[in-house]
């Protein structure tokens, strides 16, 4: 058999398309909404490679459309959960001795599916079933997800090639075995290119995967697996469940082989199963890698020398895209009281502006919330603001869910910087704003490092380069993805790795090699070409007489 020393096509980030009218894009994009809401899609679970149908079965249907139905998919138990374990142990000796470049070709295939034939297909999965409008669908499903998977391969190849110094009749070299035993991957609803991220990372670093999609995205997910499946990933590698949280914790967190986890979700759902992982400690054959990012509690922070348009456009795009469902989402501000009139009156006349309604209208800037448990909560918040005197609701607060989970971009004044909505994550498209007094800039600055449990993203807005870095300072532990005049979101894979600190998960940074480092377990290997033949070394010999 041939060998050699391969080297993967160089990464790039895949190209956005516009989608304006009249592109090809937008026609094809279109024929596929049509398609997909003119049937009803049956989703069963992949287990070992087969498809597992339960008759147990749960209707899906647009967060903007509670009328249409989607289709369907078979809620599993127990005896899935379990099925989905047994197969990943049974692949994973044949994957685990797979040659790596084997591997790689897979998951490069697949970001050239998501690229181009599954394009619009991923695309129209997440903007029915997620409520995502065109943009936002595309940068997630179609290029972040692409991204991820071949800037994931490069990062592998660089895990492998970095190898120790040898001495004189040695070699030393080391070995990136994977984990040993099964990793569990738990995926969120709101962004497609992780649900396809936490699998296939492990994945391609030699494990074999159990993944639980989060209820509200299995529409997409069905099309991740389809495009793995036609990549080539083998039976049992990545192995898809659709149970309840307790009954797949009860099954995974008890078994002798679990040996990673992998996570995007709430902070609590996180400490509560970290809480598990721990009490089961001595039941696990070697040490699990728990990985997770988390919570957000994100900050946009103005100095008085700020461009007032350049902090609205980030107000508006950081805030309200994709209804503030992000991780990365702004959801408190910090404005100078010099500037605040003006930028207060930018943010209303762009908001002024946005249309609210279904992503099939593309002319719609803000879709719906996900479903009626955050739009419930949501609307209590708001309507807890409209009545407190530390608060006041200067732009949108009206909620609608006749037809669709529907939440206007809503902007609360607040003259206490610990406000409620100032500290606790919302995940909704509500902005809390403090307006502080210019000269208390630096205690404005210890407040806002102080306030909150997490440390995700945020942003500062100032001219004033020495501002910006007294800011940059001053909150290090703030964000673990900072920016400076830019908006708190759009992380790109392989420009800006993701992932904070504090009560935001552990930091192990998404889209670079630090995150799949923790998916091996490394062997070291020393071959000594000319061993010594005598246990004597030579401090042990006599002096010589004089």
């Not at 080297?7 to 094809?28: D, F, H, M, W």
């Not at 994100?298 to 209804?323: L, M, N, P």
């Not at 002024?352 to 992503?359: D, F, H, I, L, Y």
């Not at 996900?370 to 732009?395: M, N, Q, R, T």
Request: aromatic share 10%; glycine share 8%.
């Amino acid at each position: 058999m041939p060998k050699g020393i391969f080297q993967v096509p160089p990464p790039k980030n895949e190209p956005i398309l516009s989608y304006a009218p009249g592109t090809a894009e937008r026609s094809e994009l279109k024929k596929q909404l049509k398609l997909f809401r003119s049937q009803e899609m049956d989703i069963h679970m992949f287990i070992g490679g087969e498809e597992v149908r339960t008759g147990n079965k749960v209707s899906i249907h647009p967060p903007h459309d509670l009328n249409h139905c989607l289709g369907y998919y078979h809620q599993g138990d127990e005896v899935q959960v379990h099925q989905a374990i047994d197969a990943a142990l049974r692949a994973r000796t044949d994957w685990a001795n797979l040659s790596w470049e084997h591997r790689a070709s897979i998951f490069l295939k697949a970001a050239d599916l998501i690229a181009g034939p599954y394009r619009q297909k991923i695309n129209a999965a997440t903007m029915l079933g997620q409520s995502k409008n065109v943009f936002q669908a595309e940068i997630d499903s179609a290029c972040e997800l692409a991204d991820f998977l071949r800037f994931n391969v490069y990062y592998m190849t660089q895990i492998y090639g970095d190898q120790p110094s040898s001495s004189p009749t040695t070699w030393n070299r080391v070995e990136y075995r994977p984990l040993e035993g099964f990793v569990f991957a738990l995926t969120p609803f709101n962004f497609t290119s992780i649900a396809g991220n936490l699998p296939s990372a492990p994945a391609m670093m030699g494990n074999v995967v159990v993944w639980k999609p989060s209820k509200t995205a299995i529409y997409s997910a069905h099309v991740i697996m389809e495009i793995f499946r036609e990549a080539g990933v083998p039976d049992g590698v990545i192995n898809m469940v659709f149970a309840s949280g307790p009954v797949v914790a009860e099954e995974v967190f008890s078994h002798p082989e679990f040996a990673g986890f992998h996570f995007t979700g709430s902070t609590e759902v996180f400490q509560s199963i970290w809480k598990t992982i721990g009490n089961n400690i001595h039941r696990y054959k070697s040490y699990p890698r728990i990985v997770g990012e988390t919570g957000g509690k994100d900050f946009i922070i103005a100095h008085k020398s700020c461009d007032v348009k350049a902090v609205a456009t980030a107000i508006t795009r950081g805030a309200f895209e994709y209804q503030g469902q992000k991780c990365s989402a702004a959801s408190r501000a910090y404005m100078p009281a010099s500037r605040w009139n003006e930028i207060r009156d930018e943010v209303l006349r762009q908001l002024g502006e946005v249309k609210m309604g279904p992503p099939e209208d593309f002319r719609n800037f803000v879709n719906a919330v996900i479903d009626e448990a955050s739009f419930d909560k949501l609307e209590a918040v708001i309507k807890e603001a409209a009545g407190h005197p530390e608060a006041e609701i200067i732009a949108g607060g009206k909620c609608d869910k006749s037809t669709g989970y529907f939440i206007e971009p809503t902007i609360i004044l607040t003259t206490n910087p610990h406000y409620r909505t100032m500290q606790e994550e919302l995940f909704g498209p509500i902005l809390t704003v403090y307006v502080y007094d210019d000269q208390k800039y630096d205690e404005t600055l210890d407040i806002l490092d102080k306030t909150s449990m997490y440390g995700l993203t945020g942003a500062v807005f100032a001219q004033d380069r020495y501002i910006i870095e007294k800011t940059t300072k001053a909150l290090v532990n703030a964000a673990g993805n900072f920016y400076i005049n830019d908006k708190p979101t759009g992380a790109v894979v392989g420009q800006q790795p993701f992932g904070g600190a504090r009560g935001s998960g552990t930091n192990d940074k998404a889209g670079s090699l630090l995150n799949l480092i923790r998916w091996v377990s490394p062997r070291t290997i020393k071959e000594n070409f000319v061993p010594p033949t005598d246990f004597k070394y030579p401090f042990m010999q006599e002096d010589e007489l004089a």
